[in-house]
């Protein structure tokens, strides 16, 4: 595979297991973002029985059902190597649902049962006796820049993180990483964790373009991206803002 | 504790009330509160009424196709002269099942649609003589779960079944055969004509790994989404020939299809007015559920040929000189069945997609993102395009991300104005396609209804 520097290289780990939470959705928009700015997207698969690539600038672990994730769990944790190299080297990597709480050290089913993480982000999670389902909103700062992320989560995890990490964002509506704090998602540098989906980028370009920027300057490629005609998105980002509002 | 409970009659007198009185305040066809009332004065009242239906009760699930199926066994039973007690135009949960049965005076034999994860319950009080189990698609995670989960609920409903019931299952999907291998009386149904699948599994597949042995499942043919003819090359575990299968099918658009089966009672050949796959499955699958009540072949056909659409299931309405065809899509199996049948129409595709996100549709409006709606784009299809309902934009969004281009997307959020633009998008003899959610569909009804083009949905029969 040759990328020219116009080029972002997107490692899709697990499509076929880990795709419940409408995560094409999320690639379809690193794909069309970087289209529109006369940019390219070429993407990487890799299942059960590929190895992992260290050379992608974009790594993208989406959310599964549970017997799922429990299959890709160990064979992840088993040849996570290449992927901790790319992080290391810069790569950025975003973990959605299922797939953050991979990027985590552990996963602790409810039956006591505890599936193995790569350990790239310092937290720890556990089956809680109900599922966080709903509207999720929340204050993002990244780079020094706050804006505000919707979507839409449904977990049974419960997230706690350690020093080596800090919250993607402070939750002004849904439950987060477990309830209690007010917090949602993760951070460490390029890796990036959260539950919220609905897909997690149709509707906060913002942090789209922020993920891509970080995987352009990775990939050697042009500072700063274009803006775009994002009317759409801030529509039905207000909309979903309004919804979270709603009785339920 | 136990909760009081009213003697029956009593009870059952103030649920009647309770409906005429929401009748006649215009609350609805009362298809669902007479029930509520009625198992909430006395809890054990839906499993004393089922039990004195002398025929028996039979009970249609899955996630997809259960309204018309039962409305196709109706039909069949109809023309049997049977007097039938059913939910087929009301609710399919425990309250819908009440008052049917509420309503049901001299009925022979109960029939009720149910919804997936109300089965469990419905089938302990109902104690059915015939369960009928569809499919089950990835559908409404926020309300229902995972598959998995509904899976397992099925799989304890069908261990307490009555060893003598009879259950009549779709061979075709891997899961719902699982449930199903653990009953002692089966019939098993599938499409077997392999011209009209495909050789690979669509992006919303569910159920494609063994489930004995957790390889990937080998298709033959997939017909919907992970329905089709299935095998494990590891450990040999493969569907079952069905005893009622379609072995020939001809689809004809929207006009319906023809269809030739073969059944333990002998071959049957059928024209249906409803189109796609869905509903050849729906109509094996009656076919499989009337021949077990004991219904002649010879009856059978004939009564589903005469059936049509339900509202909202790929009906035509003419406006003017123009046709709307409504296609209720609610998950993406469904969605992806609406689509593969559009583009077999031979116009140009006037589209109005209509996409509401309260409780009966599911919150999480995420499973657009895993319908295909990419299909519609290839060839330049579509003549236009316009986006309503609650989350309109959102809609919008995953055609924008599926490269159509967003200038000539129409986003119109109200159900009524959304109709308007489109039709005026269609111009003066253009045919109009519309895709809505389940309270989309009830609410582009009731804008229908208004200007007197549909009668309301509880004259439905
Ligand atoms: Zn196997």
New binding site residues.
């Given amino acids: 595979m040759s990328a020219g520097p116009s080029a972002v290289r997107l490692c899709h780990l697990y499509p076929e297991h880990m795709n419940i939470y409408a995560d094409r959705g999320n690639i379809a928009v690193f794909r069309r973002r970087l289209e529109w700015r006369g940019l390219k997207l070429e993407v990487a698969e890799v299942g059960l029985g590929d190895s992992i690539p260290a050379d992608c600038h974009l790594y993208y672990l989406g959310g599964g059902q549970d017997r799922d994730q429990a299959l890709v769990a160990e064979n992840l944790a088993r040849k996570a190597g290449p992927l901790r190299q790319a992080a290391e080297d810069g790569a950025v990597v975003l973990g959605v649902c299922g797939g953050y709480q991979l990027l985590g050290h552990s996963y602790t089913a409810s039956d006591g049962r505890r599936m193995p993480g790569t350990g790239l982000l310092d937290l720890e999670t556990a089956a809680g006796n109900s599922r966080l389902i709903g509207d999720v909103v929340l204050d993002v700062t990244l780079m020094g820049q706050t804006s505000e992320v919707v979507g839409y989560e449904n977990h049974a995890g419960r997230t706690h993180l350690g020093g080596g990490c800090t919250p993607l964002g402070r939750l002004r509506r849904g439950h987060g990483n477990n309830g209690d704090d007010g917090c949602e998602g993760a951070v460490a540098g390029r890796l990036v964790g959260t539950y919220v989906h609905g897909p997690l980028l149709p509707k906060n370009p913002w942090l789209a373009d922020a993920l891509l920027g970080w995987a352009l300057d990775h990939a050697g490629g042009p500072a700063g991206l274009e803006p775009l005609d994002d009317s759409i998105e801030h529509a039905a980002h207000a909309v979903a803002r309004t919804r979270a509002g709603r009785k339920r | 504790m136990r909760k009081p409970s009213l003697p029956p009659g009593l009870a059952a007198g103030a649920a009647r009330g309770a409906g005429r009185l929401s009748q006649k305040l215009g609350q609805g066809g009362g298809t669902t509160l007479p029930g509520l009332v009625l198992t909430r004065l006395r809890p054990e009242a839906t499993a004393e009424m089922a039990l004195a239906v002398p025929d028996g009760v039979i009970l249609i699930s899955g996630t997809n196709g259960k309204t018309t199926t039962a409305r196709l066994v109706r039909a069949a039973l109809d023309a049997a002269g049977a007097k039938v007690a059913a939910n087929t135009a009301g609710s399919n949960l425990e309250r819908g099942v009440a008052t049917a049965l509420l309503n049901a005076d001299g009925a022979e034999v109960a029939l009720f649609e149910v919804d997936e994860a109300a089965l469990p319950g419905i089938a302990q009080q109902t104690r059915p003589r015939v369960v009928t189990l569809m499919n089950l698609f990835r559908d409404q995670l926020d309300r229902y779960g995972e598959l998995e989960h509904i899976v397992e609920r099925w799989q304890e409903a069908v261990a307490d079944l009555d060893p003598a019931s009879t259950v009549i299952y779709n061979a075709d999907d891997p899961a719902v055969a699982e449930i199903a291998a653990g009953h002692p009386n089966t019939v098993s149904y599938g499409i077997e004509d392999s011209r009209v699948g495909r050789d690979k599994l669509p992006h919303a597949a569910d159920t494609t790994e ?1 489930r ?2 957790g ?1 990937p499942l080998h298709y033959e043919m997939v017909t919907i989404a992970h329905l089709g003819r299935w095998s ?1 090359r ?2 040999g ?1 493969a569907r079952v020939q069905p005893d009622v299968q379609a072995t020939r099918v001809e689809l004809h658009g929207l006009d319906g299809q023809r269809l030739a089966m073969a059944t333990p009672e002998g071959p049957m050949e059928l024209s249906l007015r409803l189109p796609g796959m869905h509903n050849t499955y729906n109509a094996v699958a009656a076919t499989a559920t009337a021949l077990a009540l004991g219904l002649a072949p010879e009856a059978i056909g004939p009564a589903l040929a005469k059936r049509e659409s339900a509202f909202g299931r790929a009906e035509r309405t003419p406006i003017g000189t123009r046709r709307v065809t409504t296609l209720l899509a609610k998950n993406p199996a469904g969605a992806n069945e609406n689509i593969r049948t559009m583009l077999l129409e031979d116009c140009p595709l006037h589209l109005l997609v209509l996409l509401n996100d309260r409780t009966a549709d599911g919150q999480d409006v995420s499973w657009i993102w895993d319908v295909d709606y990419e299909f519609l784009l290839e060839d330049d299809r579509l003549a236009s395009l316009t986006l309503g309902g609650d989350r309109a934009y959102d809609m919008a969004l995953r055609f924008r991300y599926a490269g159509f281009d967003a200038d000539r997307l129409s986003v119109v959020p109200s159900v009524s104005a959304a109709l308007d633009a489109a039709l005026r998008a269609c111009g003066a003899d253009g045919d109009l396609y519309v895709m809505p959610t389940y309270t989309a569909l009830l609410e582009l009804q009731s804008v229908l209804a208004g200007r007197g083009l549909v009668p309301a949905f509880w004259e439905d029969k």
């Fill in positions: 063994c004995s042995c390889t494990c590891e450990c575990l």
